[in-house]
C-alpha cells in the first residue's frame, strides 16, 4: 500500500517522503481549523463526517493500482528545499550572462565612425587602434544590435549596426551593394544577418548576450537564429526591462496621449511661454506620469538618459518605410548614422535601466525566465505554404460568392419599390431616382462627329422640321458619305427612334449616373470612368449601410433599424413593447427571493423613439454594444457580433439567400482580419528547393505590459480552433521536423489556482477558503466546482461563467458584470442585469465591512444589504471584505496591492513604477489586483523554464524550448526523448506548484495540483492532440489533408509507465 496524507479538510496531499523532500519543514496546526471548517459547511461545500472517511481510504483503491507516485526517480534538489533549489539553479543560468550585463554596463563605447564602409556584409572599425576590416560576423560577447529594413520589399534588411567597448560594426546587405530588388519574391535565408558562427560546436559552447530595444524583431533577422539546433546566444529587451519596470496600464497610457495631444495643440497658440513654464502650468497632478514613459526607443531614452547629448530624430526612419532602394543608396551615410544613433541611444539605456532593473526584480529565475522566453522556435514545413495556399483559395471562393449573394440582394430589392413603403427594411432606403432631363437647347457639338455630317445635316437637325423615315434616308445618302449608310441600315421605322435620334442634339453633355435607379443602388455601383468599373453593385459589402436592410436582418427576430442618433438598433411593434415594458415595471416591484424589495431606479425615464412604416408603429430600441450603453452600434456585422450570428441572436429573413450570406462572412472572418499578419510570418526554410523543413521565429516581448506577459501580435493571440472559419488551423501548421515531436502541456486553472491559493495562504491551509476548496474538490459532475456554482447563481451556462470568474479575479467590478450579461442575453433588462450582477458580487466577492466586524453569513448577511450599490463598495479604504465564496482571496490581493511596495509572493518581482501606491493613491485598483494575479503567472512561467531547462541539461534531454501561450509550454524534442521529456515537464509542474505554497506559508501541496492532468505528445502544435481541425480550408483534416496523424495526451501514471519512472538516460 502507497503511503498517502490527508489534510484536515479532507483533501489529499503528497505523501509524506515528498513532502519532506521538497518543503523540508513542518508547520504549527492552524489555530483556525474550527472557523474555517464552518464556513466551508455554511456554503454546503464540506461534509465533516467524510473527512475521516477520506483519511482512511486505501491509495492504492483510490489509484485502480495505478503506478506509485514514489516510484519516480527524483533528481537531488540544491539546497534545503525547493525554494533554494530554484534560486540555486536560476542563478547558475544565469550566472554568465549576468556576468557579460554586469562587465558591459560599467564600460563606454567608442565613437560613431564618421563615415560606414559600403560594402555587403559585416565591417569592423576597432575603437583603438582605427583599423577597418571586413569579418564574418561580430564576435563580442556582448552587443547591443539594431537593424533597418526596407518596407517595400519584403521586409528585407540593408543595413545593420552594432557596438561594444571595443568596436562598432556595420552591415551592408548584397541586395543594397548591387542594387538587386526587382526580381525579389520574397525573403530567403541568405538575405539575414549572420551573428554566429557556422559551427555548431562553437555556437553552443560560447556564451553570448545580445541587448536591443523590442530586440525580438532584430532576431527575427539574424541567419543562425532559424538553425534547429539552439545556440548559448541570448537576447535581452530594454523595452520588455522598461514595461516591467516603469510601464503604463492602457488607461494611463491613454491618458498620457491624450495630454500630449492637448499639449501639441496648446504650444502652437503659446510659442512664448517656455516649456518647463508650460508643463508646470497645464499639466494635471499625476504624480505617476513623473514615473514612467511610453515604450518607444525616443521616449524611453529620454527617461532614463535625460542629460544625454543624443538627439534622436525619428523623421529619417520614413525613407526604409516609403523610400525606394535608390534613395537608400543616396542616403546611405545618413542612414546609418541614424541607425547607429538607435544603437547607441539603445546602449545608454540599458546602461541606466539595467541597475533600476536588478533592484526591482532581484530573483535569478525573473531573468532566467525573459533570456530563455527570447528563444521562441516554431519549426515549420512544406505544409506552411500548403495551408496559406489553401486559406487563400477558400477565402477567394467564398469571398466572390458572398459578393453574388450581396449583389443578388440588391438587384432583387430593386424590383420592389412599389412594395418597399410596407417593409420594414426596404422602406429604410433612399428609393429617390436622377431625372433624365433634355437640354433646352441643341448643343452644337455633335455625337456624329466622327461620321463627318455635312453642314446641311447640321440645319436640319437644328430645325423643328419634322420628317419620316423616308425623307431621313433621302437627305443621308445625298450628304453623308457612303459609310454612314452601314451604321444607319438597322434604324428602327417605330416612332420612339426616330424621335430619339431627332433628340440626340439635345442630350446634355454631362449625363447623370444612372438614371432611374433608386439612390441607394447608385451609391452601391461604381462610376463608368474608374479603372475599377464593373456593372452592378459591385461597391457592395457587409460594411456598407444598406446591407443589414437588403439581407432583411433581424435582433432576435425583430427588423434592425439605423437610427442616426443611436446608429443600429431594431424595431419592436408598438404593442408588443408595451407588453414588455409592463413585464419590467411588475419584475422591479417585485419581492426578491431573499424576501427583500429591490429598490426602484431614480433613472430619468428612457426615450422612447417612434418609427412608422406603412400601418404599424414601431418602438426603437438600440442594439447592445460589448462596451456598455453608452456607445452605439457602427455595424452589426462587425468582429464583435460573429458570436451572436453564430448563435442566431442575429439572423436574417428569409434565410435562405441571406442565411448563406450570413454564413459565408463569418466563415471568412478570421482569415480576413489576420490573412496580413499570417502572410507577413517571416517563414525561413533551410533549403529553398524542397521547402522541407524551417522556421518561423515569433516577434515577441517577453514583458509586453505591467503584468510582464509576453506579447506577439499572431501566435499569443490566434483564435482557437473553429470548424466553420477558415484558416482557424493556424497553430497546427507548426509542425515538429523529423524525427522530432512537440511536448506541451497546459497548466490546469493556473491564475484560478494561484489566486485560491493567495487566500488560502490567510490560513495555511489548502482548501481552507470556499474558493480554495471549489478548486481543488470542487466536481463538475455535481455542480460544486466554481463556475458550476456561478452559473447556477445567475442562471448563465458553465462557459459563461468562466468569463465572469476571471474577469472579477482580474479585478473586473460590477459593471462589467452587468455589460457582460447584457451580452450573453441580449433579451435580458439593464435593471436585471445590474440585480443580478449585485447578487453575483454579494455572494462571491462579499461586501465591505465598514464596520470591521465579522457578519454573519446567509439571512443575517443579506440584511446588511440595505443599499446594494453602497455596500459593493470599491473603495479599499472602506474595510475588508466579508461574507462571500470569494472574500479572503480578495483581501489578500489588495492587501498586495495597496501595501507600499507591491512585489508578487514569489519571486518578489515589483510592481511597475508608475502603478505604485505612492504615486496613483486610490486609482488603478482594477489594474493592480490584476498585476497581482498575472503578474503571480508570470513567475509561474519563468519558474516552469528554469526548471524544464535544468533538466533538461541535467539528463542530456535533447529538447529545445519552442512558445509558451501564457498558460502553456511547448518543447522540441527528439524522438527518443520524448517520455523522459514528458516526465521532466510533470517534475517541473511538481517543483513549481510546491515553491508557489512555500513561498505563501505552506509546508504541503495537494495531489490534485501537483502534477499535470496530461502532457501532449504531437507532430503538430494544437490544443488537444486528437483534433483533426477540419474547416473550409482543410476539408480533410489534417490526417488525410497533411498526413498528420493524432498525437496522445498521457498522465503521470502512464508516463511512469512508459519511462519506468526513470528520468535519467539509462
Same mark, same amino acid.
Request: aromatic share 10%; glycine share 4%; charged share 25%.
Given at each position: 500500500?502507497?503511503?498517502?496524507?490527508?489534510?484536515?479538510?479532507?483533501?489529499?496531499?503528497?505523501?509524506?517522503?515528498?513532502?519532506?523532500?521538497?518543503?523540508?519543514?513542518?508547520?504549527?496546526?492552524?489555530?483556525?481549523?474550527?472557523?474555517?471548517?464552518?464556513?466551508?459547511?455554511?456554503?454546503?461545500?464540506?461534509?465533516?463526517?467524510?473527512?475521516?472517511?477520506?483519511?482512511?481510504?486505501?491509495?492504492?483503491?483510490?489509484?485502480?493500482?495505478?503506478?506509485?507516485?514514489?516510484?519516480?526517480?527524483?533528481?537531488?534538489?540544491?539546497?534545503?528545499?525547493?525554494?533554494?533549489?530554484?534560486?540555486?539553479?536560476?542563478?547558475?543560468?544565469?550566472?554568465?550572462?549576468?556576468?557579460?550585463?554586469?562587465?558591459?554596463?560599467?564600460?563606454?563605447?567608442?565613437?560613431?565612425?564618421?563615415?560606414?564602409?559600403?560594402?555587403?556584409?559585416?565591417?569592423?572599425?576597432?575603437?583603438?587602434?582605427?583599423?577597418?576590416?571586413?569579418?564574418?560576423? =561580430?564576435?563580442?560577447?556582448?552587443?547591443?544590435?539594431?537593424?533597418?529594413?526596407?518596407?517595400?520589399?519584403?521586409?528585407?534588411?540593408?543595413?545593420?549596426?552594432?557596438?561594444?567597448?571595443?568596436?562598432?560594426?556595420?552591415?551592408?546587405?548584397?541586395?543594397?551593394?548591387?542594387?538587386?530588388?526587382?526580381?525579389?519574391?520574397?525573403?530567403?535565408?541568405?538575405?539575414?544577418?549572420?551573428?554566429?558562427?557556422?559551427?555548431?560546436?562553437?555556437?553552443?559552447?560560447?556564451?553570448?548576450?545580445?541587448?536591443?530595444?523590442?530586440?525580438?524583431?532584430?532576431?527575427?533577422?539574424?541567419?543562425?537564429?532559424?538553425?534547429?539546433?539552439?545556440?548559448?546566444?541570448?537576447?535581452?529587451?530594454?523595452?520588455?526591462?522598461?514595461?516591467?519596470?516603469?510601464?503604463?496600464?492602457?488607461?494611463?497610457?491613454?491618458?498620457?496621449?491624450?495630454?500630449?495631444?492637448?499639449?501639441?495643440?496648446?504650444?502652437?497658440?503659446?510659442?512664448?511661454?517656455?516649456?518647463?513654464?508650460?508643463?508646470?502650468?497645464?499639466?494635471?497632478?499625476?504624480?505617476?506620469?513623473?514615473?514612467?514613459?511610453?515604450?518607444?526607443?525616443?521616449?524611453?531614452?529620454?527617461?532614463?538618459?535625460?542629460?544625454?547629448?543624443?538627439?534622436?530624430?525619428?523623421?529619417?526612419?520614413?525613407?526604409?518605410?516609403?523610400?525606394?532602394?535608390?534613395?537608400?543608396?543616396?542616403?546611405?551615410?545618413?542612414?546609418?548614422?541614424?541607425?547607429?544613433?538607435?544603437? &547607441?541611444?539603445?546602449?545608454?539605456?540599458?546602461?541606466?535601466?539595467?541597475?533600476?532593473?536588478?533592484?526591482?526584480?532581484?530573483?535569478?529565475?525573473?531573468?532566467?525566465?525573459?533570456?530563455?522566453?527570447?528563444?521562441?522556435?516554431?519549426?515549420?514545413?512544406?505544409?506552411?505554404?500548403?495551408?496559406?495556399?489553401?486559406?487563400?483559395?477558400?477565402?477567394?471562393?467564398?469571398?466572390?460568392?458572398?459578393?453574388?449573394?450581396?449583389?443578388?440582394?440588391?438587384?432583387?430589392?430593386?424590383?420592389?419599390?412599389?412594395?418597399?413603403?410596407?417593409? =420594414?427594411?426596404?422602406?429604410?432606403?433612399?428609393?429617390?431616382?436622377?431625372?433624365?432631363?433634355?437640354?433646352?437647347?441643341?448643343?452644337?457639338?455633335?455625337?456624329?462627329?466622327?461620321?463627318?455630317?455635312?453642314?446641311?445635316?447640321?440645319?436640319?437637325?437644328?430645325?423643328?422640321?419634322?420628317?419620316?423615315?423616308?425623307?431621313?434616308?433621302?437627305?443621308?445618302?445625298?450628304?453623308?458619305?457612303?459609310?454612314?449608310?452601314?451604321?444607319?441600315?438597322?434604324?428602327?421605322?417605330?416612332?420612339?427612334?426616330?424621335?430619339?435620334?431627332?433628340?440626340?442634339?439635345?442630350?446634355?453633355?454631362?449625363?447623370?449616373?444612372?438614371?432611374?435607379?433608386?439612390?441607394?443602388?447608385?451609391?452601391?455601383?461604381?462610376?463608368?470612368?474608374?479603372?475599377?468599373?464593373?456593372?452592378?453593385?459591385?461597391?457592395?459589402?457587409?460594411?456598407?449601410? /444598406?446591407?443589414?436592410?437588403?439581407?432583411?436582418?433581424?435582433?432576435?427576430?425583430?427588423?434592425?433599424?439605423?437610427?442616426?442618433?443611436?446608429?443600429?438598433?431594431?424595431?419592436?411593434?408598438?404593442?408588443?413593447?408595451?407588453?414588455?415594458?409592463?413585464?419590467?415595471?411588475?419584475?422591479?416591484?417585485?419581492?426578491?427571493?431573499?424576501?427583500?424589495?429591490?429598490?426602484?431606479?431614480?433613472?430619468?425615464?428612457?426615450?422612447?423613439?417612434?418609427?412608422?412604416?406603412?400601418?404599424?408603429?414601431?418602438?426603437?430600441?438600440?442594439? =447592445?454594444?460589448?462596451?456598455?450603453?453608452?456607445?452605439?452600434?457602427?455595424?452589426?456585422?462587425?468582429?464583435?457580433?460573429?458570436?451572436?450570428?453564430?448563435?442566431?441572436?442575429?439572423?436574417?429573413?428569409?434565410?435562405?439567400?441571406?442565411?448563406?450570406?450570413?454564413?459565408?462572412?463569418?466563415?471568412?472572418?478570421?482569415?480576413?482580419?489576420?490573412?496580413?499578419?499570417?502572410?507577413?510570418?517571416?517563414?525561413?526554410?533551410?533549403?529553398?528547393?524542397?521547402? /522541407?523543413?524551417?522556421?518561423?521565429?515569433?516577434?515577441?516581448?517577453?514583458?509586453?505590459?505591467?503584468?510582464?506577459?509576453?506579447?506577439?501580435?499572431?501566435?499569443?493571440?490566434?483564435?482557437?480552433?473553429?470548424?466553420?472559419?477558415?484558416?482557424?488551423?493556424?497553430?497546427?501548421?507548426?509542425?515538429?521536423?523529423?524525427?522530432?515531436?512537440?511536448?506541451?502541456?497546459?497548466?490546469?486553472?493556473?491564475?484560478?489556482?494561484?489566486?485560491?491559493?493567495?487566500?488560502?495562504?490567510?490560513?495555511?491551509?489548502?482548501?481552507?477558503?470556499?474558493?480554495?476548496?471549489?478548486?481543488?474538490?470542487?466536481?463538475?459532475?455535481?455542480?460544486?466546482?466554481?463556475?458550476?456554482?456561478?452559473?447556477?447563481?445567475?442562471?448563465?451556462?458553465?462557459?459563461?461563467?468562466?468569463?465572469?470568474?476571471?474577469?472579477?479575479?482580474?479585478?473586473?467590478?460590477?459593471?462589467?458584470?452587468?455589460?457582460?450579461?447584457?451580452?450573453?442575453?441580449?433579451?435580458?433588462?439593464?435593471?436585471?442585469?445590474?440585480?443580478?450582477?449585485?447578487?453575483?458580487?454579494?455572494?462571491?466577492?462579499?461586501?465591505?465591512?465598514?464596520?470591521?466586524?465579522?457578519?454573519?453569513?446567509?439571512?443575517?448577511?443579506?440584511?446588511?444589504?440595505?443599499?446594494?450599490?453602497?455596500?459593493?463598495?470599491?473603495?479599499?479604504?472602506?474595510?475588508?471584505?466579508?461574507?462571500?465564496?470569494?472574500?479572503?482571496?480578495?483581501?489578500?490581493?489588495?492587501?498586495?496591492?495597496?501595501?507600499?511596495?507591491?512585489?508578487?509572493?514569489?519571486?518578489?518581482?515589483?510592481?511597475?513604477?508608475?502603478?505604485?501606491?505612492?504615486?496613483?493613491?486610490? /486609482?488603478?485598483?482594477?489594474?493592480?489586483?490584476?498585476?497581482?494575479?498575472?503578474?503571480?503567472?508570470?513567475?509561474?512561467?519563468?519558474?516552469?523554464?528554469?526548471?524544464?531547462?535544468?533538466?533538461?541539461?541535467?539528463?542530456?534531454?535533447?529538447?529545445?524550448?519552442?512558445?509558451?501561450?501564457?498558460?502553456?509550454?511547448?518543447?522540441?524534442?527528439?524522438?527518443?526523448?520524448?517520455?523522459?521529456?514528458?516526465?521532466?515537464?510533470?517534475?517541473?509542474?511538481?517543483?513549481?506548484?510546491?515553491?508557489?505554497?512555500?513561498?505563501?506559508?505552506?509546508?504541503?501541496?495537494?495531489? /490534485?495540483?501537483?502534477?499535470?492532468?496530461?502532457?501532449?505528445?504531437?507532430?503538430?502544435?494544437?490544443?488537444?492532440?486528437?483534433?483533426?481541425?477540419?474547416?473550409?480550408?482543410?476539408?480533410?483534416?489534417?490526417?488525410?489533408?497533411?498526413?498528420?496523424?493524432?498525437?496522445?495526451?498521457?498522465?503521470?501514471?502512464?508516463?511512469?509507465?512508459?519511462?519506468?519512472? &526513470?528520468?535519467? &538516460?539509462?
Amino acid at each position: 500500500m502507497s503511503s498517502s496524507s490527508v489534510n484536515n479538510l479532507g483533501i489529499r496531499m503528497l505523501s509524506p517522503n515528498l513532502r519532506k523532500y521538497l518543503f523540508n519543514r513542518l508547520n504549527k496546526p492552524s489555530e483556525n481549523l474550527e472557523n474555517v471548517t464552518k464556513t466551508l459547511v455554511k456554503f454546503n461545500l464540506l461534509d465533516p463526517a467524510k473527512i475521516q472517511a477520506e483519511k482512511d481510504k486505501d491509495l492504492n483503491t483510490i489509484n485502480n493500482n495505478k503506478p506509485n507516485i514514489e516510484d519516480i526517480e527524483l533528481p537531488k534538489l540544491q539546497g534545503k528545499n525547493i525554494s533554494e533549489h530554484i534560486e540555486l539553479i536560476a542563478q547558475q543560468q544565469t550566472y554568465e550572462y549576468v556576468k557579460l550585463i554586469n562587465i558591459f554596463s560599467n564600460q563606454k563605447i567608442p565613437e560613431i565612425p564618421s563615415n560606414f564602409n559600403f560594402e555587403a556584409g559585416w565591417t569592423r572599425y576597432d575603437a583603438e587602434t582605427g583599423k577597418i576590416t571586413k569579418v564574418d560576423y =561580430p564576435e563580442e560577447e556582448a552587443l547591443v544590435f539594431d537593424i533597418e529594413c526596407l518596407v517595400k520589399y519584403h521586409n528585407v534588411p540593408v543595413m545593420a549596426t552594432a557596438v561594444s567597448p571595443k568596436a562598432w560594426y556595420s552591415w551592408c546587405s548584397e541586395r543594397l551593394v548591387k542594387n538587386d530588388f526587382m526580381y525579389m519574391k520574397g525573403l530567403s535565408l541568405n538575405d539575414l544577418i549572420p551573428m554566429e558562427s557556422e559551427n555548431l560546436e562553437k555556437r553552443k559552447s560560447k556564451k553570448r548576450l545580445i541587448i536591443g530595444h523590442n530586440v525580438g524583431f532584430d532576431r527575427s533577422f539574424i541567419k543562425q537564429q532559424y538553425y534547429l539546433e539552439r545556440s548559448a546566444l541570448r537576447f535581452l529587451d530594454t523595452m520588455s526591462m522598461h514595461i516591467a519596470c516603469s510601464g503604463f496600464t492602457h488607461d494611463q497610457r491613454d491618458i498620457i496621449l491624450n495630454i500630449n495631444s492637448q499639449q501639441n495643440q496648446d504650444k502652437e497658440k503659446m510659442n512664448d511661454i517656455e516649456s518647463d513654464d508650460f508643463n508646470r502650468t497645464i499639466r494635471p497632478d499625476f504624480l505617476w506620469r513623473e514615473k514612467g514613459c511610453l515604450n518607444n526607443l525616443k521616449d524611453v531614452h529620454k527617461f532614463y538618459c535625460y542629460d544625454s547629448k543624443i538627439k534622436m530624430e525619428k523623421e529619417t526612419r520614413n525613407l526604409f518605410v516609403t523610400g525606394e532602394p535608390n534613395q537608400i543608396i543616396e542616403n546611405f551615410q545618413s542612414l546609418m548614422k541614424y541607425c547607429s544613433i538607435d544603437t &547607441k541611444a539603445t546602449f545608454e539605456v540599458f546602461s541606466r535601466l539595467i541597475e533600476v532593473f536588478f533592484k526591482r526584480f532581484e530573483h535569478p529565475a525573473t531573468l532566467a525566465g525573459m533570456l530563455e522566453m527570447s528563444t521562441m522556435y516554431l519549426p515549420i514545413n512544406k505544409n506552411w505554404p500548403k495551408y496559406i495556399q489553401s486559406c487563400e483559395s477558400a477565402f477567394n471562393d467564398s469571398e466572390n460568392l458572398l459578393k453574388k449573394l450581396l449583389e443578388r440582394s440588391a438587384n432583387e430589392a430593386c424590383k420592389f419599390k412599389d412594395q418597399a413603403l410596407n417593409d =420594414p427594411w426596404l422602406s429604410q432606403l433612399d428609393w429617390e431616382t436622377r431625372k433624365f432631363n433634355l437640354s433646352k437647347k441643341a448643343s452644337e457639338s455633335s455625337p456624329f462627329k466622327d461620321t463627318k455630317l455635312t453642314k446641311e445635316f447640321y440645319k436640319f437637325l437644328n430645325s423643328d422640321l419634322k420628317m419620316n423615315t423616308n425623307s431621313f434616308y433621302k437627305i443621308a445618302r445625298q450628304k453623308i458619305k457612303n459609310e454612314i449608310d452601314s451604321q444607319y441600315n438597322n434604324l428602327n421605322t417605330n416612332v420612339q427612334t426616330q424621335e430619339a435620334f431627332l433628340n440626340c442634339r439635345f442630350i446634355p453633355k454631362n449625363i447623370p449616373f444612372l438614371c432611374g435607379y433608386p439612390n441607394w443602388y447608385r451609391d452601391l455601383c461604381e462610376r463608368f470612368d474608374s479603372v475599377d468599373w464593373r456593372p452592378g453593385p459591385s461597391q457592395i459589402s457587409t460594411k456598407t449601410r /444598406s446591407t443589414p436592410y437588403l439581407l432583411r436582418l433581424t435582433w432576435n427576430q425583430n427588423p434592425m433599424h439605423y437610427f442616426d442618433k443611436y446608429a443600429w438598433g431594431y424595431l419592436i411593434e408598438e404593442n408588443e413593447f408595451q407588453k414588455i415594458e409592463q413585464n419590467k415595471k411588475e419584475e422591479e416591484n417585485s419581492v426578491n427571493s431573499k424576501g427583500k424589495v429591490v429598490k426602484k431606479s431614480n433613472k430619468k425615464k428612457e426615450e422612447i423613439n417612434k418609427v412608422k412604416i406603412g400601418l404599424k408603429t414601431y418602438v426603437y430600441q438600440k442594439i =447592445p454594444h460589448k462596451d456598455g450603453e453608452k456607445f452605439n452600434v457602427g455595424n452589426p456585422l462587425a468582429k464583435s457580433f460573429l458570436s451572436k450570428i453564430n448563435e442566431g441572436t442575429i439572423s436574417s429573413i428569409p434565410e435562405k439567400a441571406a442565411g448563406l450570406a450570413l454564413k459565408i462572412h463569418t466563415q471568412i472572418s478570421y482569415w480576413e482580419m489576420n490573412l496580413k499578419r499570417i502572410k507577413d510570418q517571416k517563414a525561413m526554410f533551410l533549403d529553398d528547393g524542397t521547402q /522541407s523543413e524551417g522556421a518561423i521565429l515569433p516577434i515577441s516581448v517577453v514583458s509586453g505590459t505591467v503584468t510582464r506577459r509576453a506579447v506577439e501580435p499572431t501566435w499569443l493571440t490566434a483564435s482557437n480552433y473553429s470548424k466553420s472559419r477558415i484558416g482557424t488551423e493556424l497553430k497546427a501548421m507548426i509542425q515538429s521536423p523529423s524525427g522530432y515531436y512537440m511536448i506541451g502541456a497546459d497548466v490546469d486553472s493556473q491564475e484560478l489556482w494561484i489566486a485560491a491559493t493567495i487566500g488560502d495562504s490567510e490560513y495555511k491551509i489548502h482548501g481552507s477558503t470556499p474558493l480554495g476548496w471549489m478548486n481543488l474538490q470542487g466536481k463538475r459532475a455535481d455542480g460544486t466546482d466554481m463556475h458550476s456554482k456561478t452559473a447556477s447563481l445567475i442562471g448563465i451556462s458553465r462557459d459563461q461563467a468562466k468569463v465572469f470568474n476571471y474577469g472579477r479575479i482580474y479585478g473586473a467590478g460590477k459593471s462589467f458584470a452587468q455589460k457582460l450579461l447584457l451580452q450573453f442575453n441580449p433579451k435580458m433588462s439593464e435593471k436585471e442585469a445590474r440585480i443580478k450582477a449585485l447578487k453575483l458580487y454579494a455572494e462571491t466577492k462579499g461586501v465591505r465591512n465598514k464596520n470591521k466586524k465579522q457578519v454573519v453569513q446567509d439571512e443575517a448577511f443579506l440584511k446588511q444589504l440595505k443599499d446594494l450599490k453602497a455596500d459593493l463598495d470599491e473603495d479599499v479604504n472602506a474595510g475588508k471584505w466579508v461574507g462571500g465564496t470569494e472574500s479572503e482571496m480578495f483581501n489578500k490581493l489588495e492587501e498586495i496591492a495597496i501595501s507600499d511596495e507591491p512585489v508578487t509572493p514569489v519571486l518578489g518581482a515589483k510592481i511597475s513604477q508608475a502603478l505604485e501606491p505612492e504615486f496613483v493613491d486610490k /486609482s488603478f485598483m482594477t489594474s493592480r489586483i490584476n498585476w497581482v494575479v498575472q503578474s503571480s503567472a508570470v513567475d509561474y512561467l519563468h519558474i516552469m523554464l528554469v526548471c524544464m531547462n535544468w533538466l533538461i541539461e541535467k539528463y542530456d534531454i535533447q529538447a529545445r524550448f519552442s512558445i509558451s501561450i501564457h498558460d502553456e509550454v511547448r518543447y522540441i524534442v527528439k524522438e527518443n526523448d520524448k517520455y523522459r521529456a514528458a516526465l521532466a515537464l510533470q517534475l517541473t509542474n511538481l517543483f513549481t506548484r510546491s515553491i508557489f505554497a512555500y513561498k505563501l506559508g505552506f509546508d504541503d501541496l495537494p495531489m /490534485s495540483v501537483a502534477f499535470f492532468s496530461g502532457v501532449d505528445i504531437d507532430k503538430c502544435l494544437r490544443k488537444e492532440p486528437d483534433l483533426d481541425f477540419v474547416s473550409p480550408s482543410n476539408p480533410n483534416g489534417l490526417r488525410q489533408g497533411y498526413n498528420i496523424d493524432f498525437g496522445t495526451c498521457l498522465d503521470i501514471y502512464q508516463i511512469i509507465e512508459k519511462t519506468n519512472g &526513470k528520468i535519467s &538516460k539509462n
